[in-house]
């Protein structure tokens, strides 16, 4: 999940609140119900990451998770370290303290998830060639494990996205996207910033926008003015959600699970397979 973080006043000058930190909440509830074996969140977990105030309900929110034996893992997103990145990124490392700035792995159940920082302004010229070298390595060497049957790369600013208010991440097509589509066990690339929910494939691969975690949704451009192809049905765009991955054999299930319009539960929404070799090999 992406962008849980609370409403600032000055968005909601221009974007509607709808009940966001309750929602978030419920998010998480049906997270903890399904007991998975590992939560990912995709950076701006909170709205203002230097202010010890806005952690304090994110916190306990994971605390209840982790309290269940679920780990949860976490990257930095544009608002955890607005204003005072050092302060910001501080208080998100008490949370998460396995994070590391530059990126880090963790897997589950033979499938790899790669968490890279897309803040490239806030990590500057050094930390930024450590990183691609760090990426393009632990790729390689990801690659090379004949334990490891899929590989998910995630990062907060969406390489592709139609909102009209943060559109697509350069940054993120050039330094992450080339290499992914290049490993054929890179098979999904996740991501937030843009709070909505999307759907894109390029090269036959699978690019989510994941950001519905309780941040005041986005308007998107659609029809004639759509700048990529959403796969997803724009009609029907889930407010607030989570996405969850299985594997099943020698695919991966992914499935969009959303909060009902009243708020009154959550459900399956939108559902695809991604084969974890490809067709025909």
């Given at each position: ?150 590989i998910i790369v995630t990062c907060h ?13 350069v940054g993120s097509q050039e330094r ?103 067709e025909g090999k």
């Amino acid at each position: 999940m992406s962008d849980t973080q609370a409403p600032l006043w000055v968005e909601t000058l221009a974007l509607q609140e709808d009940m966001n930190r309750e929602s978030t909440a419920r998010l998480f509830e049906d997270i903890g119900a399904r007991k998975p074996a590992a939560v990912f969140m995709l950076g701006d977990v909170v709205n203002l990451g230097f202010d010890e105030g806005e952690w304090a309900i994110m916190t306990t929110l994971i605390d209840n998770l982790r309290s269940r034996g679920i780990p949860v893992s976490a990257l930095l997103g544009n608002h955890d370290v607005m204003v005072d990145a050092a302060t910001g990124e501080e208080k998100f490392q008490r949370r998460f303290p396995s994070h590391r700035r530059t990126g880090y792995v963790r897997i589950a159940d033979s499938l790899a998830v790669i968490l890279l920082n897309s803040n490239f302004v806030v990590l500057g010229d050094v930390a930024l060639d450590s990183q691609q070298q760090w990426y393009e390595q632990t790729l390689a060497d990801l690659a090379r494990d004949p334990g490891i049957l899929g590989i998910i790369v995630t990062c907060h600013h969406s390489p592709f996205s139609n909102s009209m208010l943060v559109g697509s991440s350069v940054g993120s097509q050039e330094r992450f996207v080339t290499r992914f589509l290049a490993e054929p066990k890179a098979r999904l690339f996740m991501s937030g910033h843009a709070h909505t929910f999307e759907h894109f494939r390029r090269e036959g691969k699978d690019f989510l926008t994941v950001g519905g975690g309780g941040g005041l949704q986005h308007p998107l451009y659609s029809g004639s003015e759509q700048r990529h192809a959403d796969l997803s049905p724009a009609h029907r765009k889930p407010k607030f959600h989570y996405t969850y991955v299985r594997r099943l054999g020698p695919r991966m299930q992914v499935t969009v699970r959303r909060l009902e319009p009243d708020k009154s539960g959550t459900a399956d929404h939108y559902a695809f397979s991604i084969p974890l070799r490809n067709e025909g090999k």
